[in-house]
């Protein structure tokens, strides 16, 4: 136990070690959040009513493509120093690497959006009350964005272009997260029972969680070959 | 039987005898059923003339999730076998594939004009198709995306794996989010509520686009493996 716990918890903490030398790349995901977030109303028009409605759908898409960007380079950089070939190479199970790997870019990529995400909603009118609620459906959702975004980051892992490309792949699979995402702080906004989408994100998540740390291995496998 | 087939220069042989007939077939097959479709088959009492996309859009869509299912069949001989033809065989569904998808798409939205009165709603079903052609493209672009094509195709394939799982999650979640579209007619328990004159003419186009598909995804091996063999050739001439 203690032999595959300790090498994932240090995967996770050189991870945060990394973020926070460079702060540059959370900082620039939390503007492009908060941007998208500054121009809808912009677009829409300052009415108060209609950006309540909407608050819950344009923040998930915030979240979405905010942390795209950084899930396109989840393994760029460990990729170009070895130290994914010394994963590989290294007698800890390879899916659990990956596992810690998308917990820290939980940690380092969606956590900021999540804290953030109280302060655009209390700009679009949603009521106080609400925001804890709303807390626990983007941190939910999001971790099944990590994963998605795991695997899609690990499938481009060496290709001739990315950014866009990882969108193609990553999008259509996250389509179900926004779904029940969006069903859930809206069903709380109009104070109908959010329980259900609760549920269904979380079975979502497990899904992923058995699904996206194999894949994630498997396709950095190949890419090392 | 896939051990036999796994020889390229082999399946070359046994597929240039299948072609022709499966061309052939395909041709006979889209001529009576175009003509059943348009001239031989009742219009419908609600619909009218507007029915007769029907023959082009259902059978459209059934090759559309079909391509997707034997894509995933290959991607799976592919992983597990290291199978090259399932390989190449994935690769030459795929523009098809999407071709399905989109003509669904297309001849759905020429339906809806005239049926519901807009081109476009979005319903659970239009917007599942939507994602599997999207599906498609993320495909598509994972394969080629690499400098050596070979490189992309186990990538591509695990996509397409990935992909499988997910689209009975996002065909839930879509259905669950919003219904417009009516219900299956032809695969029920109780037997088709499809009036017989109507199924007939489907069934021949279901046919000839199957035909038809099995006819290009031959061809496109064929031009794959033939691709790969060029590409090996001037490899070996460059280190030479």
């Known amino acids: 136990m203690r032999a595959i716990l300790n090498p994932c918890l240090a995967v996770i903490m050189a991870d945060i070690r990394a973020s926070l030398r460079y702060p540059g790349d959370v900082l620039s995901g939390l503007s492009y959040f908060i941007m998208i977030a500054t121009l809808v109303p912009l677009g829409l028009g300052a009415d108060q009513a209609e950006l309540a409605r909407i608050a819950p759908v344009m923040i998930w898409i915030a979240v979405m493509l905010a942390s795209l960007p950084q899930m396109d380079r989840l393994f760029s950089r460990i990729a170009k120093d070895g130290v994914l070939e010394q994963m590989l190479i290294s007698p800890t199970p390879m899916t659990m690497l990956m596992l810690a790997k998308i917990i820290a870019a939980w940690l380092i990529i969606i956590l900021p959006l999540v804290l953030a995400a109280p302060v655009i909603g209390i700009m679009f009118g949603l009521a106080m009350d609400m925001l804890a609620m709303m807390l626990c459906f983007l941190a939910i959702g999001g971790l099944c964005l990590v994963m998605i975004g795991a695997m899609a980051a690990a499938l481009v892992l060496g290709s001739r272009q990315s950014g866009v490309f990882t969108a193609i792949i990553v999008l259509p699979l996250s389509m179900p997260v926004l779904i029940f995402g969006v069903a859930g702080i809206s069903a709380l906004q109009s104070g109908a029972d959010m329980a259900g989408h609760m549920m269904l994100l979380g079975a979502l998540t497990l899904i992923l969680l058995v699904l996206s740390p194999p894949v994630t291995a498997a396709a950095i496998r190949f890419s090392e070959e | ?240």
Not at chain 2, 80 to 92: C, E, K
Not at chain 2, 136 to 163: H, I, N, Q, T, W
Request: with cysteine; charged share 15%; net charge positive.
């Open chain 2, 1 to 240: 039987m896939f051990d036999y087939l796994a020889n390229p220069t082999r399946f070359r042989k046994i597929t240039a005898a299948l072609l022709p007939v499966v061309v052939m077939v395909s041709a006979i097959a889209f001529a009576l059923g175009l003509y059943l479709a348009f001239f031989a088959s009742p219009a419908d009492y609600q619909q009218g003339e507007t029915v007769r996309i029907m023959y082009i859009h259902v059978p459209a869509a059934w090759m559309a999730m079909l391509t997707y299912i034997l894509m995933a069949v290959a991607a799976i001989f592919y992983l597990v076998w290291r199978h090259p033809l399932a390989d190449i065989g994935a690769r030459a569904m795929a523009l098809p594939g999407a071709g399905f998808a989109l003509i669904t798409l297309l001849t759905g939205s020429f339906w809806g004009r005239p049926i519901w009165g807009t081109w476009w709603v979005w319903d659970a079903r239009l917007t599942s198709m939507l994602i599997l052609f999207f599906l498609y493209l993320g495909y598509m672009a994972l394969a080629d995306g690499f400098e050596r094509a070979e490189r992309g195709s186990k990538p591509a394939c695990l996509l397409l794996l990935v992909g499988v799982i997910n689209l009975p999650i996002i065909k839930f979640s879509v259905d669950w989010w919003n219904t417009l579209h009516q219900g299956s007619s032809v695969l029920r328990l109780d037997g088709p509520s499809i009036d017989p004159a109507m199924l007939k003419p489907l069934l021949v186009m279901a046919l000839a686009m199957l035909s038809w598909f099995i006819a290009i995804t031959i061809l496109q091996m064929s031009r794959l493996i033939m691709q790969r063999r060029v590409s090996n050739l001037e490899a070996r001439e460059s280190w030479s």
